[in-house]
């Protein structure tokens, strides 16, 4: 099983910034990507984040140059800088880690972080 503990959600005023952690831990074989979405009011769930093995990355437009994920894979640790927040960022956040565990991949989701971006 595939562990993941969310932490450094919040609310902060517009134009604030936040660090979002997730670590993952279990019977992990090797981790192939990591990531964040998020789920706002009345929304669907929708990527905000990626980073691969590799450290590739993937944002969704919205946030593209304001957010920054990171991984450090000796941790087993993703992180979502959020920089300049605006209110429309206002959302549960969720860590994915899409891992290889007892043999098979699996997806792991994370139990939400709350986000309000709020003046």
């Not at 959302?91 to 139990?111: E, K, L, P, T």
């Amino acid at each position: 099983q595939v562990q993941l503990v969310e932490s450094g959600g919040g609310l902060v005023q517009p134009g604030g910034s936040l660090r979002l952690s997730c670590a993952a831990s279990g019977s992990i074989f090797s981790i192939n990507a990591m990531g964040w979405y998020r789920q706002a009011a009345g929304k669907e769930r929708e990527l905000v984040a990626a980073i691969t093995s590799g450290y590739s990355t993937d944002y969704a437009d919205s946030v593209k140059g304001r957010f920054t994920i990171s991984r450090d894979n000796a941790k087993n640790t993703v992180y979502l800088q959020m920089n300049s927040l605006k209110p429309e960022d206002t959302a549960v956040y969720y860590c994915h880690v899409r891992a290889i565990a007892s043999m098979r991949r699996g997806d792991y989701w994370g139990q939400g972080t709350q986000v309000t971006v709020s003046s």
